[in-house]
């Protein structure tokens, strides 16, 4: 089974006050939980994939989340913003443009 979208929810955990910061100092738990709960309440379970991650890079913009296979980042993603990822980017195919940082 090929899914239409796999989200990459980083869900990297740094000790507070680290230089760089982290998106799980950020919120990214409820973020990623979410994600599993529209995945659930919409049953889109073989079309899109969400998996929980580590570092992806730009600590300064978490949560990061991103979708493939158009590749879009999304950044400082709150949990209210997640139905809106599902309901433009995932279901109409046209990212969220206030989220993105590349």
Known sequence: MKPKHHVFVCMNQRPPGHPRGSCGTAGSRPVMDAFAAELEKRGLFEQVFVTGTF???????????????????????????????????????????RLRIM
């Not at 913003?81 to 599902?86: A, H, M, P, Q």
Request: aromatic share 10%; net charge negative; proline share 12%.
């Open 55 to 97: 570092c992806m890079g730009p600590c300064d913009q978490g949560p990061t989340v991103v979708v493939y296979p158009e590749g879009v980042w999304y950044g400082r993603v709150k949990p209210e913003d997640v139905g809106e990822i599902f309901d433009r980017h995932l279901e109409k195919g046209e990212p969220v443009a």
